[in-house]
């Protein structure tokens, strides 16, 4: 039992964001995972706030597990790195789960920009979700 309590101290307070790509939508089936099993509190957060993902989320996690939906529209001298980075310093998440490829073109990348700086500035745990 105590391997199950150390997780769930690990993981009290995670950060999704999703931007409706496929990895970000696995993302968001990690952390309802995580809810299930440790009690997390899951925050999901899309930068450029949209109704369809919005929608997508309530249908994929309602009744499943707790979470919050955050929609945030960055400033003009702001991008969505800068938004979710900010989310991290201001929140008091303990980890943030988040697909390491976003909806980009560019299929042949293993690991996207917004992945990339999460993980070299996150001040908690990143897991990445391909």
């Not at 929140?91 to 980009?104: C, F, H, K, P, Q």
Request: hydrophobic share 40%; no cysteine; glycine share 6%.
């Amino acid at each position: 039992m105590e391997s199950s309590y150390r997780v769930s101290f690990w993981l009290r307070n995670v950060l999704v964001p999703v931007d409706g790509s496929e990895n970000s939508l696995r993302a968001l089936e990690l952390a309802a995972d995580f809810a299930k099993r440790y009690g997390s509190k899951i925050t999901v957060m899309h930068v450029k706030g949209s109704e369809e993902v919005r929608k997508y989320v309530e249908s994929r996690l309602d009744r499943r597990v707790d979470y919050e939906i955050k929609l945030v529209e960055p400033g003009p001298d702001s991008s969505v790195p800068n938004e979710i980075l900010k989310e991290l310093y201001e929140g008091s998440y303990d980890a943030v789960i988040l697909g390491a490829r976003g909806t980009s073109i560019n299929q042949e990348l293993n690991i996207g920009s917004t992945a990339l700086a999460i993980t070299a500035n996150s001040p908690t745990t990143v897991i990445i979700v391909r």
